[in-house]
């Protein structure tokens, strides 16, 4: 008989419960640089706000997983417009320690997708953490592929940025514009979003980052001049919820003309500088799944894996 998912009941989720808090906490405990008991907290917080009534709770999907009536794991789902705008997003996916190592993990995602192509959903996602190589191993199987990586590197010992200096930016509004007009193609090409519903995106989200434009506060927003002449730009701030521990180097750009001289390079120790000054430990970026170049430089310079997230289209019904 195959494995099925059923639909939790609150006695199940009120059993789960615990576990799925203390597994969540020791996970971001490295994530994003927390004590345990902040992570315990976090952990706690987040739970609680996003699951409020538990397995009847709006847009959650919440299954046990049962082969031959034996109970083996569970699974939590998020259904599009819940956690991610335009994916389902697998929160948490659990097998039991007597039956692991026997194919479990990948059936029952397996079965949610099944559930999730019945309910029309295009797409699947989820986050994995860098120190889980067995499940991105699984979902590399199962056809998932990396969209984003986390990395962070300590900011203890700091290169020297030869022949770099970080400036206030003199032209913020032509960089940031230019900046999320190619974030909002990237989801009109990744996401499938219309243009419309696209540029409206990018500006709630450049509203949220950068409320007071290049005076919000905590935001380090610079040019990057290589011997007196002004080769691109970068834009950093400091440790912040949820990563209260992390400086991150939110974008770093060179100018066609001056890249691959080395810039790129110099401008991210000039950052860790300029941070590790200002007295933060350690510094975090995003990269791009398809950046390979991206992720080879910070492989490069020290930058270790904190989580991927990884997509996947679902066939159409």
Known sequence: MPLTLVEMNPDDFVRRRALLVASYAQAITTARALTPAQARAEAERDVAERLPRGPATRGQLLRKALLDGTEVGWIW??????????????????????????GYAGAIITAAEAELVARR????????????????????????????????????????AEGIELVPMADYRSRIEALFADYAQDLVHERGLWHGEAEDRAARKLAELLPDGART???????????????????????APPRVALGWLHNIEIDEPYRRRGHGRAAIAAVEAELARRGVA?????????????????DRLGYRLLAQQLAKHLPAR
């Open 217 to 239: 506060p905590g935001m380090l927003l610079r040019t990057v001049v290589a011997r007196g002449v002004p080769v691109g730009w970068v834009w950093a701030g400091l440790p």
């Open 121 to 160: 959903v295009p797409a699947i996602g989820l986050n994995v953490f860098g120190d889980n190589n067995t499940a991105r191993r699984l979902y590399e199987r199962l056809g998932f592929e990396v969209t984003a990586e986390q990395r962070s590197r300590s900011l203890a010992e700091v290169p020297v």
């Open 77 to 102: 789902l998020s259904l599009p417009g819940t956690t991610v705008p335009d994916l389902a997003w697998i929160n948490d996916i659990e097998v039991d320690p007597p039956f692991r190592s026997r």
């Open 282 to 298: 350690t510094m975090g970026l995003n990269v791009h799944g398809a950046n390979t170049g991206a992720r080879r430089l910070y």
